[in-house]
């Protein structure tokens, strides 16, 4: 590093020292800090003790673990300079989905000294006949962006092949990178064992590097406001903010349909730009994606508009600033997506926050203050799935075989099966024995069988090339090719987007307009179109939901603006839509809430404003409505949003229950109401889906022979039927039920708002007018039902007659 004229940080001097002394640990640093260097050459550093140059080449030493494979080159790049002048002999590799196959060849002779992985290249390694032999030697994994797998399936993937490693190699040494995280000390516990010794450590990262998050204020964002309502309205700023930069600038946006809209407006304010901005997202072709990349390192492209596929680790040292499309809805990915810029240690990172509608400042002003204030989401590791287990028991079966009570004890050491009864495992084993209760007749579901010799392994090859083939948590939407007639590929598409297009019809794709032609083997083939407009396709992928802290965060903004102050330029600019609400209805502010009655010609309203996140708000909303109904039948209509929820009935309802408080109870019965409210059966249906796919008993096709979601979806919804009438106790059901609670209902997350409610002071206000926080409710609901002209019209008229209201002074 003196070489270099750098000056390492005490944080780095502390990671090597760790390292050196055999500890794991966890390093916490702001992105663009020095994260790498701090880890690995801490671990080159214990490597050439331990293993001197100059015996030529070593056999794998360190596995290198990263969630993305985009971020493979960068990463293998910022690793091999150190090692090119410290270990010249010693040997760097990649291994990903998108290793050529003569890599991959020179690999399966001999593994490099350094491999540069994801989870589920490591997972394939681990199937290896010779798996033993070519990874005991590993001494050091290093897993880079730890929080973005430590909350998912694919962590839990990745904590079994540690369990795995840990097994041959006691000593490993496992370090976790990680810019953006709450829970530090559960995030080192479930990377390192904590009875280890010497114990793992926290390492965090201080450094004086300055970030600033400001906000693009729109022109007069009036009194009312709902979801995409400023949104066009910010296309000049944003044009304006990006021709004044001088670097590159990162616009992104949350979903995939936003980033191809916003590509089309940035071009239609400025057609020169043509092939000086870019767009990038997940479904486009990785060739496209790597030329955005490319162009970004090397400083040619003016701006790229992007989703989260570039919210990770890559170095893109010419960008400047970032704009945030709307709210990031969390701080910890405001904060990551603010790191994008100025990625290098000294330099300022910059971030504007772009609002789409009025309530999104007050957000923006409250995520800066709470980012400023070291405010960050937690990220909590799955509890013990079983279709992950299922998965990895197959897995160690194909790499050289297991004992059962040996493997029981490893996977216990996995953080996420630490609570695993011997039950559940001898169960998970029957199951890949002989498919459970039901499938034992069906030769393909007999996935592992016990030899002479005691071991478990897989008795077939063609079981063994399906489940090499199947490896891996991460289930994708339903997708299909989009090729031109000619030949190219463009990227993939949702099947349903697809499937409601006649030939002719024109879409815009990898910021293209393009023309549908026709579907051939799951292939939608287009040409360039005649027509000039198109329809935006839409990804399943669900909308974020705002999360706990940036909810409390907003609310904490509220308070100011309800006690008379607006001291940030965000609260100015929405003052007129604050004292709006506070003349027409009442402001939240914690310790209350508030609920608005409104009676229209649709029938009685309810709406109430727990600020808790669109997925909670749903279940509140459906739980709210069914115990209303069970005091009197009724139908309701539910409409949500991150800050509240509307119920409305055509028959007037008894606000009584949820006056008292009874309605809103958190008691024993909850679980009960949740599943009775919804149609948690539908729901675990769909859950299941990705369940079986991942634990093996849905094939998605050969290379080359896919097969159609439809057919994939027939598959698991004839298990789930099977299992039902001739399994009950099949514990892959248990975990849909479970799932739908824990994953898209936010059971523990719902559980605690209806506690904090209960100590609320609920102000139940009578509306002669929907307030600016009931009518964005009412807008979610429209637009279901009427056509764009249709719900612009109706909102006119509801402004108007409000504003003729307030005017007169009669609210």
């Known amino acids: 590093m003196r070489a270099r004229g750098w000056t390492p940080f005490p944080f780095q001097h502390e990671a090597w020292a760790a390292i050196g002394e055999g500890r794991s640990g966890l390093l916490h640093a702001t992105t663009g800090a020095g994260k790498t260097y701090a880890v690995w050459l801490g671990v080159l550093d214990a490597l050439l003790r331990a293993h001197p140059p100059g015996r030529g080449a070593e056999p794998l030493r360190v596995l290198w673990i990263t969630p993305m494979r985009a971020l493979a080159a960068d990463t293998a790049r910022a690793l091999a300079e150190p090692l090119g002048e410290l270990a010249p002999a010693w040997t760097l590799g990649q291994r990903t989905g998108d290793t050529p196959a003569a890599e991959r060849a020179r690999q399966d002779r001999r593994l490099p000294t350094v491999l540069v992985t994801t989870p589920e290249s490591l997972s394939l390694l681990l199937t290896r006949e010779r798996a033993r032999e070519e990874l005991a030697g590993t001494a050091y994994v290093v897993v880079d962006e730890w929080h973005e797998l430590l909350g998912s399936k694919r962590g839990v993937q990745l904590q079994l092949a540690l369990a795995r490693l840990r097994r041959w190699n006691p000593a490993l040494v496992a370090w976790g990178l990680s810019a953006t995280l709450g829970n530090l000390d559960q995030a ?337 083939y287009v040409r360039k179109p005649t027509k000039r407009k198109g329809t935006v396709p839409t990804w399943q992928g669900s909308k974020m939901a705002l999360s706990d802290e940036l909810g409390d965060a907003v609310l904490d903004m509220l308070a100011v603006a309800a006690a008379g102050a607006y001291p940030h330029p965000e609260l100015q600019a929405a003052r007129p839509m604050l004292e709006t609400q506070a003349r027409l209805s009442r402001i939240p502010v914690p310790g209350m809430l508030l609920a608005e009655s409104y009676r229209s010609r649709e029938g009685q309203h309810l709406y109430l404003h727990p600020f808790a996140g669109r997925h909670v708000h749903l279940g509140l909303a459906s739980l709210l409505a069914w115990r209303l109904a069970r005091e009197r039948p009724g139908t309701f209509s539910i409409s949500v949003n991150d800050y509240g929820f509307e119920l409305v009935s055509a028959e007037p309802f008894d606000l009584g229950p949820v006056l008292d408080g009874s309605a809103l109870a958190a008691g024993p019965d909850l679980l009960h109401d949740v599943l009775a409210s919804l149609n948690a059966s539908e729901l675990a249906q769909r859950r299941f889906r990705e369940i079986a796919r991942v634990a093996g008993l849905v094939f998605s096709g050969y290379p080359g022979q896919p097969r159609s979601m439809r057919q994939l979806q027939a598959s698991s919804g004839l298990f789930w039927e099977v299992f039902r009438k001739y ?80 005017a007169r002074g009669a609210v």
């Open 188 to 524: 080192l516990a479930v990377l390192a064992d904590p009875q280890a010794r010497p114990a793992p450590v926290l390492v965090r990262g201080r450094i004086d590097k300055q970030l600033a998050i400001d906000t693009l204020i729109p022109p007069d964002p009036g009194r009312y406001s709902w979801a995409g309502h400023l949104g066009a309205r910010m296309q000049q700023p944003v044009v304006d903010e990006i021709a004044a930069s001088t670097g590159s600038t990162l616009v992104f946006t949350n979903v995939r349909s936003q980033a191809e809209i916003w590509y089309q407006l940035l071009l239609e304010a400025r057609p020169e730009w043509a092939g000086d901005i870019a767009i990038h997202h997940g479904s486009l072709d990785r060739e496209t994606r790597e030329w955005v990349e490319a162009g970004l390192k090397a400083g040619t492209l003016r701006a790229v508009v992007a989703t989260s596929s570039l919210d990770l680790g890559v170095d893109f040292l010419p960008v400047e600033r970032v704009l945030q499309v709307g709210s990031a809805k969390g701080i910890a990915r405001m904060l990551q997506r603010a790191g994008r810029s100025g990625h290098q240690p000294g330099r300022a990172s910059r971030l504007t926050l772009v609002p789409t509608h009025t309530m999104e400042l007050v957000e923006a002003a409250a995520a800066r203050v709470a980012a400023l204030a070291g405010r960050v989401e937690r990220r909590e590791p799955p509890a013990k799935p079983l279709d992950v287990l299922v998965q990895h028991l197959v897995t160690v079966a194909l790499g050289g075989g297991f004992d059962a009570d040996a493997l029981y004890d490893e996977v216990r050491g996995a953080w996420s099966y630490r609570a695993l009864t011997r039950a559940e495992f001898d169960w998970a084993m029957r199951f890949c024995e002989q498919g459970g209760e039901s499938l034992s007749a069906y030769p393909d579901y007999h996935r592992i069988a016990r030899g002479d010799d005691g071991l478990w392994r897989v008795p077939d090859a063609g079981i063994a090339r399906r489940h090499r083939l199947s490896v891996g948590t991460i289930v994708s939407d339903a997708t299909m090719q989009v090729k031109w007639m000619t030949g190219g590929r463009i990227g993939t598409i949702e099947e349903g987007f697809i499937a409601r297009l006649r030939p002719g019809d024109a879409f815009y794709f990898a910021g293209r307009l393009l023309e549908f032609v026709r579907v051939r083997e799951m292939v939608a």
């Open 727 to 806: 399994d009950q106790g099949n514990l892959l059901l248990a975990q849909a039920e479970q799932e739908v609670l824990s994953q898209e209902l936010d059971i523990a997350r719902l559980r605690s708002t209806l506690q904090r409610l209960q100590g609320c002071r609920l102000d139940l206000v009578e509306l002669r007018h929907p307030s600016p926080m009931s009518l964005p409710l009412m807008v979610e609901r429209f637009r279901e039902k009427l056509s764009t002209e249709q719900l612009g019209d109706r909102l006119a008229r509801i402004v108007k007659a409000m504003e003729q209201d307030l």
